[in-house]
T-cell receptor
């Protein structure tokens, strides 16, 4: 079954304690991205990756890091989480054929609370 | 810069009513792609439709239909004979084509509540 998985699904942590949210896809997609969803703001892209070892900033990258060492995995790292990073996070993957974007497949979401 | 506006924050209807969700976009690109996604109360995001800027044909899929009008930069979504299971937040999104930004822009979403 084609899917994007994220772990953990729920996480409560304290300010400053480094954490990683994992994301994996089994569709061999080159394009992967991370979004955060906040009430009234819709989805905003944090980082994206066009391929292995190729990552770039989205609209709201501050306070986040990513890496893409393998095609299927795209972890999101919060080195020093702060309360304003409390949010619902989604990982997504999609095809891009000759630069044309196709629909994104989203993971189930990770609800992060930073106290 | 690209922008997507979903002016309707929340719409409430009674089952079997027709409802239209508006989406207005801005982009300088001539090649772009528009999407609709559904987020039911369970939280996952589900793809509904993709449309490129060169294809203005309207599309119908069961009770769902989409009206793409480049002249008004709109890509509206209509649900005919709404059902309780249609209750969800619906997002419109814009992605630029080759050579454009790789960062998709999402609208803020329209929450549709269908009452029995």
């Amino acid at each position: 079954e084609a899917q994007v998985t994220q772990n953990p699904r729920y996480l409560i942590t304290v300010t400053g304690k480094k954490l990683t949210v994992t994301c994996s896809q089994n569709m061999n997609h080159e394009y992967m991205s991370w979004y955060r969803q906040d009430p009234g703001l819709g989805l905003r892209q944090i980082y994206y990756s066009m391929n292995v070892e190729v990552t770039d900033k989205g609209d709201v990258p501050e306070g986040y890091k990513v890496s893409r060492k393998e095609k299927r995995n795209f972890p999101l790292i919060l080195e020093s989480p702060s309360p304003n990073q409390t949010s619902l996070y989604f990982c997504a993957s999609s095809l891009r054929v000759r630069g044309s974007p196709y629909e994104q497949y989203f993971g189930p979401g990770t609800r992060l609370t930073v106290t | 810069a690209q922008k997507v506006t979903q002016a309707q924050t929340e719409i409430s209807v009674v089952e079997k009513e027709d409802v239209t969700l508006d989406c207005v976009y801005e982009t300088r690109d001539t090649t772009y792609y528009l999407f609709w996604y559904k987020q039911p109360p369970s939280g996952e995001l589900v793809f509904l439709i993709r449309r490129n800027s060169f294809d203005e044909q309207n599309e119908i899929s069961g009770r769902y239909s989409w009206n793409f009008q480049k002249s008004t930069s709109s890509f509206n979504f209509t649900i005919t004979a709404s059902q309780v299971v249609d209750s969800a937040v619906y997002f419109c999104a814009l992605s630029e084509g080759p050579g454009g930004s790789y960062i998709p822009t999402f609208g803020r979403g329209t929450s549709l509540i269908v009452h029995p």
